[in-house]
């Protein structure tokens, strides 16, 4: 096929070609390829539950009790109880009536907004949206207009300008930004909510585990989960596990039951994997401490890199390192793998021109000393670097 070979050879020219790499282990902070081992800071197991001893067990167990698959979707014969006192579960974590579960965040993201969004209604979203929040919009028909990142500014002028035409009016955002790692000013937009007559839906992908005093998120941790209409966040990051969640009204969650295509026309997931979600809602309640320290770790890593004079942004587990230039980028990359550090460079499109980074998912595992060394081997090579570009 022509299409396929010019694709591809355009992708290999200009080096973004995309290529599956297999890692023969991973887990606790570690990762193993080609028989080296590296501090893995690219993964999102940001609390290192996913090698938690009683998320196994409960997982085994599930096997031993349960058949392997759900078998069917949930509206024919996939359901189980285990389904409902993980809903209830969840549905009490977040604050909300009502919870249902996804099979992955990107199945929950389509199935949200291509069923509560409509033609004829707008969905506001931050330009920095996941790309499952974006499909689940072009699914829906509705008209969507982009913020620029977390300018409160442009998100109020066109709600002023634009708000009238059209029936109802979604506001969407991350509560923690998956490439930099900052938050939204949530109660800003929380406030154009009464005030223009719209709904908002957070994505808690990579806050859920990590913020609030029970873990349960960044709406948790600002205190106005009233005013979030739409609560969705996934098991497969800081919990570990896999899977995802809606938490929201009883009446939301039952129209999502009936229209949501993506929950609907899937097959449950396993009760092994049902198992392990609820065992990781137990390990958030019971180790806090996990989530203390790598914000903790967090904090540290960030100032340190500050007072050497780097851009680093974020406020939280996630920090990147503004590096500017796309080969720069690739070239600090590499070096600090040979030094024994897995971490990986993104570059434009996925940022913009000029913003090319390093970005650190910090876990648990990392200790002082690791991120010190880190640092260490930073300061040495970016110094180096200049020279070899
Ligand atoms: C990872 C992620 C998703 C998708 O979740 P999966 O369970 O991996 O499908 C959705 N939204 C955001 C912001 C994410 O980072």
Redesign the pocket.
């Known amino acids: 096929m022509e299409v396929i070979d010019s694709f591809l050879s355009e992708r290999e020219q200009k080096n973004l070609l995309r290529r599956l790499k297999p890692a023969q282990s991973r887990g606790d902070g570690k990762i193993c390829f080609e028989g080296n081992s590296y501090f893995d800071f690219s993964s999102?197991d940001y609390l290192n539950i996913s090698t938690h001893k009683k998320m196994k067990k409960a997982a085994k167990d599930a096997i031993d009790a349960f058949p392997v698959s759900a078998s069917a979707s949930r509206l024919l014969s996939g359901d189980l109880d285990l389904f409902h006192i993980l809903e209830d579960r969840v549905a009490r974590f977040k604050g909300k009536e009502k919870a249902l579960v996804f099979n992955?965040?990107?199945?929950?993201?389509c199935g949200i907004m291509g069923s509560l969004c409509e033609r004829g209604d707008i969905v506001i979203c931050d330009r920095l949206s996941?790309a499952?929040?974006l499909d689940g919009i072009q699914l829906s028909g509705a008209k969507l207009f982009r913020y620029r990142h977390n300018d409160i500014g442009h998100l109020g002028g066109f709600l002023k300008r634009e708000r009238s035409n059209y029936k109802e009016c979604f506001i969407v955002t991350?509560t923690v930004f998956?490439m930099d790692g900052d938050k939204p000013p949530l109660r800003e937009i929380a406030a154009l909510r009464l005030k223009y007559g719209c709904r908002i839906i957070v994505?808690e992908?990579?806050a859920t585990g990590i913020f609030g005093a029970n873990g349960s998120g960044v709406v948790e941790e600002e205190g106005i989960t009233d005013e979030i209409d739409v609560i969705m966040g996934?098991?497969?990051?800081a919990l570990g596990s896999?899977?995802?969640y809606v938490a929201s009204s009883r009446k939301t969650i039952d129209y999502l039951v009936n229209r949501a295509r993506s929950f609907i026309y899937s097959t449950a997931l396993p009760p092994s994997v049902i198992a392990a979600d609820l065992t990781a809602l137990d390990i958030i309640k019971e180790e806090p401490y996990r989530r203390r320290s790598l914000l903790d770790n967090s904090d540290f890593f960030r100032k340190r890199l500050a007072e050497r004079g780097f851009d680093v942004r974020g406020a939280s587990q996630i920090v990147p390192l503004i590096l500017g230039d796309p080969s720069r980028a690739m070239v600090v990359s590499d070096i600090l793998k040979e030094r024994g550090f897995w971490v990986l460079p993104v570059r434009p499109p996925t940022v913009p021109q000029g913003e090319s980074r390093l970005r650190f998912s910090l876990n648990y595992s990392h200790g002082k000393e690791t991120i010190e060394d880190l640092i260490d081997e930073i300061c040495e090579i970016v110094g180096r670097s200049e020279s070899r570009l």
């Open positions: 999102n992955s965040g990107y199945q929950a993201n996941h499952s929040i991350e998956s994505d992908a990579h996934t098991f497969s990051k896999f899977g995802a």
